[in-house]
C-alpha cells in the first residue's frame, strides 16, 4: 500500500482489521478521534508503536511524554509540523508492512 492509498482509508467509517495498529491509530488521529488512536499506538508493544504513541502524545501538548515515548522508539524528537512527522511515520511502517 502507498501512501495514497492509506490517505485514502481515512475516508472510510473505521481502519481495516487487518492493518497494523499503529497505522490504525495514525488513520483514527487522521479522523479526528485522538483516543482511540492513542488505544491503537498502545495495542502495538514495539518500537513502532511506541513511534506513533509519541507523536500522539507530542500534538497532546505533552511534550515530556512524547520525549519518552520517542526514547523508547529510538527515535529524534520530532519539531517540525505534525502533518509532516504523521506522513514521515505513515511512509516508513507502510515500507515495513
Known amino acids: 500500500m502507498d501512501i495514497a492509498q492509506f490517505r485514502a482509508l481515512t475516508r ?5 482489521a487487518d ?6 491509530g ?14 491503537c499506538a498502545q495495542a502495538q508493544e514495539n518500537r513502532r508503536g511506541d513511534w506513533v504513541h509519541a507523536y500522539l502524545h507530542r500534538k497532546e501538548g505533552d511534550l515530556a511524554n512524547a ?3 520517542y526514547r523508547r522508539a ?17 511512509r ?3 515500507d515495513e508492512a
Open 19 to 24: 492493518l497494523a495498529p499503529a497505522l490504525q
Open 12 to 16: 472510510k467509517k473505521k481502519p481495516p
Open 26 to 39: 495514525l488513520l483514527w488521529d487522521a479522523k479526528g478521534d485522538w483516543g482511540k488512536a492513542h488505544e
Open 92 to 94: 516508513a511502517l507502510l
Open 74 to 90: 529510538k527515535k529524534p524528537v520530532a519539531t517540525g509540523p505534525l502533518e509532516e512527522e504523521w506522513e514521515a511515520i505513515a
Open 67 to 69: 520525549g519518552y515515548w
